[in-house]
């Protein structure tokens, strides 16, 4: 197989082998990723078929080590490749079970942001809720935390990104169940994706509102899961979603009128 791979091209055209060096790329590593990702989806890496050794890959490519170890990894986390120690990389036998993943170049868009919030809403309200029914002394306590940090990220005119993520994570592992943490986690930056909004907020003192506002909604769903009121804390955690999603709406609308009065 290696072989085969490696051959080079016969003269006057035709499929390009999968071992030659790369052009100069921002981000080689996503370069190999997308190559022999290319080879599997078009069959010419069959299932089961072991990957050139690294050294080919490295030679081959005109790449480093760390590369192409990063590739792999990539093309494990994708579900395309399986390792084995000692043996290399194999063709995963079963390429079609490609794990869930939201691709990070898929949300530039507020209206992209709005599949992500209504997948959220399906389950942080329940997450909520459980929360508010098994909290502890312990369990609160970063909740808490990560609600004045977010007070101080506002009162510094910061967006408060990474602390509106660590609140909704500290609410998921409130909650008492690791998967609901586990899915925050990778979600990650795409859970509070206020860059794709800021621009559509003209001045300063409008975002600084829209904080406060989100923030008198975090300070409800604190408050319910400190009282161990599962109800009103499943009724905050919607209410607090929700709101996103009208404001997303209509700050799409925003955008797309703007759009259409400029052209």
């Not at 052009?23 to 590593?29: A, F, G, K, Y």
């Not at 078929?49 to 990894?73: F, H, N, Y």
């Amino acid at each position: 197989m290696t072989r085969r791979l490696i051959r080079h091209a016969p003269a006057g055209g035709g499929r390009q082998p999968l071992l030659r060096p790369l052009r100069p790329v921002r981000n080689l590593t996503a370069e190999v990723v997308r190559r022999i990702a290319l080879e599997i989806r078009g069959g010419r890496l069959a299932p089961g078929a072991r990957l050139p050794t690294e050294q080919e890959l490295m030679r081959a490519m005109g790449v480093s080590r760390t590369v192409v170890r990063e590739a792999v990894a990539a093309l494990r986390a994708e579900g395309l490749v399986t390792t084995r120690q000692g043996s290399g990389a194999f063709v995963a036998p079963d390429t079609s079970r490609v794990p869930f993943r939201i691709d990070p170049d898929g949300l530039s868009s507020i209206a992209d942001v709005l599949e992500v919030m209504e997948l959220r809403l399906a389950v942080e309200v329940e997450a909520a809720a459980l929360a508010a029914k098994r909290v502890t002394t312990e369990s609160l306590a970063p909740i808490t935390r990560a609600l004045r940090s977010i007070d101080t990220a506002i009162n510094k005119g910061e967006s408060a990104i990474g602390e509106d993520f660590a609140f909704h994570r500290a609410v998921a592992a409130a909650a008492g169940n690791p998967r609901f943490a586990e899915l925050l986690e990778f979600l990650g930056g795409h859970l509070i994706p206020r860059q794709s909004i800021r621009v559509a907020l003209t001045t300063e003192d409008e975002h600084k509102r829209y904080l406060h506002g989100i923030q008198k909604e975090h300070r409800r769903i604190h408050e319910a899961i400190g009282a161990r009121h599962p109800a009103e804390a499943r009724s905050a955690m919607r209410m607090h979603l929700s709101r996103s999603l009208a404001r997303y709406r209509r700050l799409a609308e925003r955008q797309a009128h703007i759009g259409g009065t400029r052209t």
